[in-house]
């Protein structure tokens, strides 16, 4: 039947066939809660830092801590992801401790210590949550497969986690922003702390089938990790998605970062203000994932790809200028749309072609340049902005996605060869059936 022909009912249907399968229906509904209080973190950490600190670079040094070790560490973590013997377990570890994190988080932000000491414990703490993400990301991504047994899914289930991420980032930040002004940073964080407790509840009554039991020695781990690179380096396709992942995270991302002064600076406003920014771009981004879990295959997503990134760029650079909050609202509803669309995209056509064996070490090599590249960028959209000031850092950086979007349409047409060449996979730049 033709999807755009398709009855409502039928159509939401095919959009939610990923939550048929209970393992990830409970995944699902665990995130769901915890996502919002992760939104809410990330909000009342950076209207905390700027407020204390009223520095742009100071935001960029804090979200370099938080990202820096993903970067540093990803890969490493991706070999102790295919060479686990119980995924499940390694990712409640990570749960547990990211909870510890945030209890930490609330306790630096109440306790009576100068601006300087509780900024200092903010970078502190980011650096843990870093090295926490650094493995919980790979370990997810593996781990996606084994709540979704049918490959025919997969796609449906990496756009839903994708609508759901960013459904948590328009509710948390606008949560966030009333709870700051009504009664500070603090409960935020606690808040967030106590929401884990959900998704370590989904996975522990998870029903899986017994992991296969892995026969001989594990191989070393620099042996493993070099055989991760070498198989992302000579698959073309893995090569340019990995490419344009890495610089869509250090000259896209360091937009979300330079928010607050978007926020308190340019149009005059407070943490509320800083919410509705942040919840128009995630409104925007639950846009395109309700959009990409409608989609039936991976045929003609290299030129969604294209698509996603020229409005991308062009709506960050008119965003550099605005002075008129609608307007601003109105271009983050774009610029949400087409970075998720594009990310989400790129996330799809690596999990759909990469082998099992080496899906940890690929998706851990995807995090070290979708999350791992962002603290580099942040740092420098930060100390850019404190020297040309931060309407010409964000047009610049937007100039720079657009170019480096115009690359990947350049290389398309080898890329989807390459595809369908090794693993016989729809054609991802046709048109989509």
């Known amino acids: 039947m033709d999807p755009v022909r398709m009855p409502l009912p039928t159509k939401l249907k095919s959009s939610l066939r990923a939550l048929t399968h209970r393992n990830y229906r409970l995944f699902f509904t665990g995130q769901a809660i915890s996502l919002i209080g992760t939104w809410m973190t990330r909000l009342a950490s950076s209207w905390l830092v700027y407020r204390l600190t009223n520095d742009p670079l100071m ?29 499940r377990r390694l990712i409640m570890w990570t749960q547990l401790f990211a909870m510890v994190q945030s209890f930490g988080l609330a306790a630096a932000s109440a306790a009576p210590f ?4 509780i900024v200092m414990l903010l970078i502190a703490l980011n650096v843990v949550q870093g090295t926490i993400n650094a493995f919980a990301m790979p370990a997810r991504q593996a781990f996606l497969p084994r709540m979704i047994p049918d490959p025919r899914n997969l796609a449906n289930g990496i756009a839903l986690n994708s609508t759901l991420f960013n459904s948590a980032r328009l509710i948390g930040p606008a949560i966030a922003g009333v709870l700051i002004s009504l009664v500070g ?25 017994t992991e296969p039991r892995r026969v001989g020695r594990r191989p070393p781990m620099l042996r493993s990790l070099a055989e991760g690179f070498r ?22 991302m360091p937009y979300t970062v330079l928010l607050p002064v978007y926020a308190k600076t340019i149009l ?23 959009r990409l879990a409608g989609r039936e295959s991976i045929a003609g997503i290299g030129k ?27 271009l983050l509803l774009v610029i949400g749309f087409g970075m998720l669309s594009q990310s989400t995209s790129c996330n799809t056509i690596l999990q759909t072609l990469v082998e099992p064996d080496k899906r940890g070490r690929v998706m851990s090599l995807y995090s070290s340049a979708f999350v791992g590249m962002a603290p580099f960028g942040s740092l420098f959209s930060g100390y850019l902005a404190r020297i040309i000031g931060t309407p010409d850092t964000l047009a610049l950086c937007g100039a ?21 060449a090794r693993r016989g996979e729809p054609d991802i730049g046709s048109v989509e059936p």
């Open 59 to 87: 935001l960029g040094i804090v979200s370099f801590a938080s990202l820096v070790p993903a970067f540093l560490l990803a890969p490493f973590a991706g070999v102790l992801v295919d060479q686990s013997r119980n995924l």
């Open 114 to 117: 100068s601006p300087h000491v």
């Open 185 to 209: 940073e603090t409960w935020c964080f606690l808040i967030d702390a106590v929401s884990f407790i959900a998704v370590l509840w989904a996975l522990w009554v998870m029903i899986l089938p």
């Open 231 to 252: 198989y992302a380096y000579d698959f073309e396709p893995i090569r340019a998605v990995l490419i344009l992942v890495a610089v869509l995270s250090f000259m896209g």
């Open 268 to 290: 005059r406003g407070g943490a509320d203000t800083l919410g509705l920014l942040t919840s128009a771009a995630g409104l925007g981004a639950v846009v395109a994932a309700l």
């Open 304 to 330: 969604l790809i294209v698509v996603a990134g020229v409005l991308f760029a062009g709506s960050l650079i008119a965003f550099a200028y605005s002075r008129y909050l609608p307007l601003s609202l109105a």
């Open 400 to 420: 720079c996605c657009g170019l480096s979007t115009a690359f990947f349409a350049w290389k398309l047409p080898r890329v989807r060869l390459a595809a369908a």
